[in-house]
């Protein structure tokens, strides 16, 4: 109610979090929508899920890495036999994960579904990456020693 005689229309976009992408509001209400490759999801009519991929956890465990499915309730390890795996990231489009090792004092990419085919991309001046971030627009690697 406006000055006791009107109603004022209330922007729920405007509060952070109304939707989880897109919102638009209407008179009275707004309405959330989802960027292309996600959809509604149906429980929750304010947030998106992908539309492709598998809702996954990846960690990694000291001696190796682990993927954790979130919709089968199921875990599946990655990368075996790793000395101290610590930073980890998963592009995407690429199906590429990385991680670094801080006892080899290494940083390694595999396939997701393919761990034992590792390869080593950095071999040196990496003291103790804890942190690592792949960029999958322009395919750096960033890491924190």
Known sequence: LHN?????????CA???????????????????????YRKDPHHHTQCR???????LLFSHKSDIRKLSLERKAMTSIVNRTRSSCGLDYVFRTGMIYWSDVMEEKIYTAPIDEGWKRETVISSSVMTADGLAADWIYSHLYWTD
């Open 50 to 56: 992908a539309t492709e991929g598998h809702l996954s």
């Open 4 to 12: 006791s005689t009107s109603c004022a229309d209330i922007d729920e």
């Open 15 to 37: 509060t952070l979090g109304s939707c989880s992408q897109i919102c638009f509001n209407n008179v009275g209400g707004y309405k959330c929508d989802c960027l292309p490759g």
